[in-house]
């Protein structure tokens, strides 16, 4: 075999591998597309979002990140409309009927009739949240969640204590495990969220 020949043989089959190579990456990407949607899919199954049109509009209002809101509704209630504690709490953000009766008059409303309507039990979840953030000067939502959990008057005596808290704003170790166990879910709830839906 001549030379040349020998060369357009090794050209060709150089070509051949690129060519392969090519369709090879192209059917890795999108594989990993598909996969990647899939697995976004099951995620969802997991992290549902209902009522998005209330948890945006209360976003709006509140000034709150519409994947911070998802977050606590998810930990609190899994997005069920009927779930109730044992202590009394009901609906997506799980709120004690005195707490509302207490935001309602703060609002200067008639209290709600049906507290576990998805609208209003967001609205006032989220109102809830922002009335404590700024009425406590809480420096971070994470704070905030700890006051929904454990109650504000815990969570103030918490931040009075250099133990708990450096600058007497922000929580930086949490004394009650059920509440830091509440916050490490909110904020991994948080995260699937933002990834999710909101990015």
């Known amino acids: 075999m001549t030379r040349r020949r020998r060369k357009k043989k090794r050209g ?8 392969f ?5 192209t059917v890795i ?11 976004k899919n099951i995620d969802r199954k997991f992290y549902p979002l209902e009522h998005e049109n209330a948890i945006l509009k209360a976003s709006e209002d509140y000034d709150m990140d519409p994947a911070f809101i998802c977050a606590v509704i998810f930990t609190e209630s899994k997005f069920r409309e009927d779930a109730s ?13 005195e707490t509302f009766e207490y935001l309602a008059e703060k609002r200067g409303e008639e209290t709600p009739e049906d507290i576990t309507a998805p ?3 967001i609205d006032y979840g989220v109102y ?11 420096e971070d939502l994470y704070t905030t969640c700890a006051a929904y959990n454990a109650g504000p008057g815990a969570v103030t005596s918490w931040l009075k204590n250099e133990e708990y808290s450096k600058d007497g704003k922000t929580l ?6 059920e509440t830091k166990n509440y916050i490490e879910k909110i904020k991994k709830a948080e995260q699937m969220y933002q990834t999710l839906y909101f990015e």
């Open 85 to 97: 504690s044992s202590a009394g709490a009901q609906g997506l953000m799980q709120l004690m009927p």
């Open 119 to 121: 609208e209003v039990n």
């Open 21 to 25: 190579l090519l369709l090879l990456a």
């Open 128 to 138: 809830y949240l922002r009335y404590m953030t700024d009425t406590y000067g809480f």
């Open 29 to 39: 990407l999108m594989a990993t597309g598909v996969i990647s949607e899939l697995k």
């Open 12 to 19: 060709f089959k150089t070509a051949i591998t690129v060519v």
């Open 172 to 177: 930086y170790k949490i004394p009650y495990n």
